[in-house]
Nanobody, 122 residues
Framework: QVQLVESGGGLVQAGGSLRLSCAAS????????MGWYRQAPGKQRELVAR???????NYADSAKGRFTISRDFNKNTVDLQMNTLKPEDTAVYYC????????????????WGQGTQVAVSS
């Protein structure tokens, strides 16, 4: 089994910053990509940022220039630095990891954390 644990959420004023952290643990052979998604009430879960093994990263248009995703490949952690936060960033943020758990089987599957609440007040 694989567990993802997020931390760092909270309440901030517009224009402020937060840093979210996610740690993956359990039976892990390797992790391909890790990312952050968010879901606001009544809305579909959406990509915020994803980091790939090759060092590239994708960002949602709303996150570009404000958010930065970073990984520690040895610790199996991923962070999301969020600056210049806006009220529309308010959502539950979920960590995701595409994990290979079996060294004998080339198979990856996605795992999700429990989510951490981010609330941005105006």
């Amino acid at each position: 089994q694989v567990q993802l644990v997020e931390s760092g959420g909270g309440l901030v004023q517009a224009g402020g910053s937060l840093r979210l952290s996610c740690a993956a643990s359990g039976t892990i052979f390797s992790i391909n990509s890790m990312g952050w998604y968010r879901q606001a009430p009544g809305k579909q879960r959406e990509l915020v940022a994803r980091s790939f093994s090759g060092g590239t990263a994708n960002y949602a248009d709303s996150a570009k220039g404000r958010f930065t995703i970073s990984r520690d490949f040895n610790k199996n952690t991923v962070d999301l630095q969020m600056n210049t936060l806006k009220p529309e960033d308010t959502a539950v943020y979920y960590c995701n990891a595409n994990v290979r758990v079996d060294s004998r089987n080339y198979f990856f599957q996605n795992y999700w954390g429990q989510g951490t609440q981010v609330a941005v007040s105006s």
